[in-house]
């Protein structure tokens, strides 16, 4: 097991928000492979199976730690500002605030298409004040880059105004 991402993966575990990773945790695991594939270079052939399979672990661990990560961020928990997956991880609240409200009807939708007000020029063909309709994929895409706003249905809009919606 690769210690770096164990002693993470135990901190992600243990606590209840997402624990800060420091790029310096990353540099070490970086220079640790480095070494190792360096030395690995005049192995003998089960040395080098060991490190393939150190590979594989580490690679089974890091895939836990994200797994575990982008669980927590779906959920909600507030992404640590001194983080190096910070802009990934708003990426996620993004994509589940999406994903809530295209569940909740709350977004007018006509024959498979979001209804979207441009915000920003992200799009070649496409203005500021825009109101567009895009498929639930490149809706996704541009929400995600805070190019769009989808549209509301008036209740829902309403509603929110008014303070009942959260």
Not at 24 to 45: F, H, T
Not at 95 to 120: G, H, M, Q
């Amino acid at each position: 097991m690769s210690s770096p991402l164990i002693r993470i993966l135990r901190d992600e575990v243990w606590s209840s928000r997402l624990q800060p990773i420091q790029e310096l945790k990353l540099q070490d695991l970086r220079q640790g492979l480095d070494n190792g594939l360096q030395a690995g270079l005049n192995a003998s052939i089960e040395e080098r199976r060991l490190f393939i399979t150190l590979l594989e672990k580490i690679r089974n661990d890091a895939k836990r730690v994200a797994e575990l990560r982008l669980m927590k961020t779906s959920l909600g928990v507030e992404i640590p500002s001194e983080t190096v997956d910070k802009e990934v991880l708003s990426l996620i609240t993004r994509i589940r605030d999406f994903l809530v409200k295209v569940y909740s009807t709350s977004i007018i939708v006509f024959d498979k298409k979001v209804l979207a007000l441009v915000e920003k020029p992200c799009a070649a063909n496409f203005r500021v004040g825009d109101i567009v309709f895009l498929d639930y994929s490149e809706a996704l895409i541009q929400y995600i880059r805070g190019c769009v706003e989808l549209v509301e249905r008036p209740v829902f809009y309403y509603a929110r105004k008014l303070g009942i919606e959260g």
